[in-house]
């Protein structure tokens, strides 16, 4: 029983622990856990801005390799909440998946255990995104791109392909601290 005990403990330990190259053991997402705040500064072409206060919740769950990662952004009738879980589907690749609604998955990618970048579209919106890990602090900048008014670019020369261009939406940039 007490061995049984041990092998228990030892593997609820090892949960979101994986193995680099060398052989080291190290926590993943370890120092991205927590609730991070911050204001998000949303700017528009022409010059417009605005700012909202924003959070991102990461946590563990009970199952390995999976976390919740939430996103809750504005005050009072105007405040959003986004959940997603976050699951590791290629350590060696750096490939974490984001599912929203139970339905939604879009990758993401992890580099060098600090940063995650992704691009996606949705309802007509190319979103591309990055969230990096520095000096603890998450940097975080979210583009928006309007896919239903895309120009086609004519080529000149010898150049055949397609070339898309899309107009910007809006940026939005933070800087969150760990509460």
């Given amino acids: 029983m007490k061995k049984?005990?041990?092998?228990?403990?030892?593997?609820s330990l090892m949960?979101?622990?994986?193995?680099?190259?060398?052989?080291?053991?190290?926590?993943i997402l370890g120092n991205w856990?927590?609730?991070w705040k911050g204001s998000v500064i949303m700017s528009y072409p022409g010059?417009?801005?605005?700012?909202?206060?924003?959070?991102?919740k990461i946590s563990e769950t009970d199952s390995?390799?999976?976390?919740?990662?939430?996103?809750?952004?504005?005050?009072?009738?105007?405040?959003?909440?986004?959940?997603y879980i976050l699951s590791e589907i290629?350590?060696?690749?750096g490939l974490f998946m984001l599912e929203k609604d139970s339905s939604a998955q879009i990758d993401i990618y992890c580099f060098d255990f600090n940063t995650f970048y992704n691009t996606y579209s949705e309802n007509g919106v190319l979103i591309t995104s990055q969230y990096k890990l520095q000096n603890n602090k998450i940097y975080l900048e979210i583009n928006t791109f309007?896919?239903?008014s895309a120009k086609n670019?004519?080529?000149?020369?010898?150049?055949?392909?397609?070339?898309y261009s899309y107009p910007l939406k809006v940026i939005r940039k933070s800087e969150l601290s760990k509460e």
Avoid: C
């Fill in 33 to 35: 856990l927590g609730d």
């Fill in 15 to 27: 949960q979101n622990i994986s193995y680099s190259q060398s052989g080291k053991p190290y926590r």
């Fill in 90 to 93: 290629d350590f060696q690749s």
């Fill in 4 to 11: 049984l005990l041990i092998v228990f403990f030892t593997l």
């Fill in 64 to 83: 390995s390799r999976v976390w919740k990662w939430e996103i809750i952004s504005g005050t009072g009738e105007s405040k959003e909440v986004i959940s």
């Fill in 146 to 148: 309007d896919m239903n």
């Fill in 153 to 163: 670019i004519p080529q000149n020369g010898s150049y055949s392909g397609l070339i």
């Fill in 47 to 56: 010059g417009n801005s605005q700012t909202i206060p924003i959070e991102l």
